[in-house]
């Protein structure tokens, strides 16, 4: 009994390792967020609540699934990634919030939050800030 817990628990360890997120995922939800972001201003235009509802929504989903593998010991990159998706998620549900109370200024002030913390990452993590 105890022998085949610790099997299933080094099985699982092993498989998540394997499935570990990749490169390929992150573009996937880089480019579902990009996606998102361009539904979200779509919707404060048309005034279609609907869209930016699933907009945030994909947002959230993807902002969650965000993962920077730290380099070294010194490497904080991954906890500054997880700060990032939290203030995604949290700025993103507000936008929701004010889009609903048919406040359009307010949820465009959001939506230019969530925008920064997108680029102030591709500054630090893709060093793109040149
Ligand atoms: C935690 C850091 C981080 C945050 C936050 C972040 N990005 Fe990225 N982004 C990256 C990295 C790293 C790459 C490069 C992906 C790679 O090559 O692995 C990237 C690449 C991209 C790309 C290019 C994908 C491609 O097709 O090559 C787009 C578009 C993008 N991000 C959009 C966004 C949007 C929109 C947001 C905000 C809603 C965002 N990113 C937030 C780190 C981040």
């Known amino acids: 009994m105890k022998r085949s817990l610790v099997t299933f628990m080094t099985l699982a360890a092993l498989s998540t390792s394997l499935y570990a997120y990749s490169q390929a995922d992150r573009i996937k939800d880089m480019r579902t967020m990009a996606q998102a972001l361009s539904d979200i201003q779509k919707g404060i235009l048309y005034n279609n609540k609907k869209l930016v509802d699933e907009g945030v929504s994909h947002l959230k989903t993807a902002s969650g699934n965000i993962q920077i593998a730290p380099k070294n010991a010194m490497d904080y990159s991954s906890v500054f990634a997880k700060d990032q998706a939290a203030n995604i998620v949290k700025y993103a549900d507000r936008l929701d919030k004010s889009m609903k109370e048919g406040q359009k200024h307010a949820a ?23």
């Open 108 to 130: 465009l002030t959001e939506y230019t939050s969530v925008l920064n913390q997108c680029v102030s990452c591709h500054n630090k993590i893709r060093k793109w800030n040149r």
